[in-house]
């Protein structure tokens, strides 16, 4: 299979201190610490699946051994796998090398991956912003969408349909940032989706949304758009990708849906990297869920 989409249900997460203390023992020490610096457990969760997402996905999809991972961040914070180990096809060519995307935001964190292709992934929470009106949050936004995008925004019905209409559009532009990796340097006006007619179901996967880039429409990208609950929209923007010679570029496979795993399926292929270490559970368990304004309005977080 050459696509894989999972999503982990972060906000429900309740790990045990056992739990805890072997999640910590199976990521890298440099990620520990870095979960352990998050003041608030929401956030230290959502970074502790999207470790094990990561490592699941290179040992069970690559066949690199969890104990010979190495994840290391780029100069944007991507994380990406360095100096992984070749993986042969049963023909002696190279097969096309994997690219992989996080995001998190509400209650999931999420994994994309595809061989042979660029990935990007955007996951947003429809919510309404917590110190302006549907009206000011919109007017502060203005410039991060073009005229025909907020055409179709102000048109979707009522202020809750509208904020949909608006994440939505987020959602696949930082789909499209992240898969080409260029960062809050990238002006969004650039970009302007068409979205498709159908309406968007938990039980299906939509690729009819077209991209125009400086005008001229990107007939080279393609971008599935999916539901997790009602209120978790996901981008995965595919895209070329830069191939050896003797990979053949493989045909796009059918859209892949969001499987939802369990803690006991981030942790099935795991081994221990370290010893264990009490304080991290001593640091988890001090904080707080989540700042006690709520809802979480923030846009564009990823892993």
Request: charged share 25%.
């Amino acid at each position: 299979m050459d696509s894989v989409r999972w999503a982990f249900r972060c906000r429900s997460w309740t790990p045990s201190r056992a739990d805890w203390l072997f999640a910590a023992r199976c990521i890298q020490r440099e990620e520990k610490e870095r979960i352990e610096q998050f003041m608030f457990a929401k956030d230290a969760k959502s970074a502790m699946a999207g470790r094990l997402l990561l490592r699941r996905f290179v040992c069970e999809k690559i066949g690199v051994p969890w104990s010979e991972i190495r994840l290391e961040r780029s100069p944007r914070g991507k994380p990406y796998l360095a100096a992984p180990i070749k993986v042969i096809s049963n023909s002696g060519h190279d097969p096309p090398v994997w690219s992989f995307n996080l995001s998190h935001q509400g209650d999931f964190t999420v994994l994309a991956a595809e061989r042979g292709l660029q990935v990007g992934v955007d996951l947003m929470k429809t919510t309404m912003p917590g110190s302006s009106s549907v009206p000011e949050f919109f007017r502060i936004m203005s410039r991060q969408f073009t005229a025909y995008e907020w055409s179709t925004i102000h048109s979707a019905g009522s202020e809750g349909q509208q904020l949909t209409a608006f994440y939505r559009h987020w959602a696949l532009k930082e789909s499209f940032i992240k898969a080409i990796g260029t960062g809050l340097g990238f002006n969004l006006q650039r970009l302007e989706f068409h979205l498709s007619s159908e309406a968007l179901t938990q039980d299906r996967v939509l690729r009819q949304t077209r991209m125009y880039l400086d005008e001229e429409e990107e007939s080279d990208w393609t971008f599935e758009e999916s539901l997790l609950d009602a209120d978790h929209h996901v981008a995965v923007a595919l895209g070329p990708a830069n191939l050896p010679e003797s990979a053949t570029l493989r045909p796009l496979s059918p859209p892949t849906a969001f499987t939802q795993l369990t803690f006991c399926d981030l942790i099935a292929s795991a081994s221990p990297l370290t010893q264990e270490d009490v304080a991290s559970w001593d640091c988890f368990k001090t904080k707080a869920e989540a700042p006690q304004r709520q809802p979480d309005t923030s846009v564009g977080l990823s892993c």
